[in-house]
Nanobody, 123 residues
Framework: QVQLVESGGGLVQAGGSLRLSCAAS????????MGWFRQQSGKEREFVAV????????YYADSVKGRFTISRDNAKNTVYLQMNSLKPEDTAVYYC????????????????WGQGTQVTVSS
């Protein structure tokens, strides 16, 4: 089992940047594919970016491609989401998730979730 704790959210102006971190506790972090997902008010949780266990495979949602970068440091049991050129439509609660298998983009395929961190982008 793994526990996930997100940090780094906050309020930023459009065009600004934020870096989210997700610290994992438990065993064998490198055995988990990791993902960032977000949920906007009144909407379903959606895929943002995912990274494979080794970091060799990465997928981004079209809406964030070229602006967001996912990375992981298996030595630090941490996954990151660097968010640049933020837009008001990026406002959401961002969740980190882990999956004890190959990388996937569907939220339902993830086994463990953090509590979420709020990102608010003002226009």
């Amino acid at each position: 089992q793994v526990q996930l704790v997100e940090s780094g959210g906050g309020l930023v102006q459009a065009g600004g940047s934020l870096r989210l971190s997700c610290a994992a506790s438990g065993r064998s972090f490198s055995s988990y594919a990791m993902g960032w997902f977000r949920q906007q008010s009144g909407k379903e949780r959606e895929f943002v970016a995912v990274i494979s266990r080794s970091g060799a495979t990465i997928y981004y949602a079209d809406s964030v491609k070229g602006r967001f970068t996912i990375s992981r440091d298996n030595a630090k049991n941490t996954v990151y989401l660097q968010m640049n050129s933020l837009k008001p439509e990026d406002t959401a609660v961002y969740y980190c998730a882990a999956r004890a298998s190959a990388v996937a983009v569907t939220p339902a395929r993830y086994d463990y979730w953090g509590q979420g961190t709020q990102v608010t982008v003002s226009s």
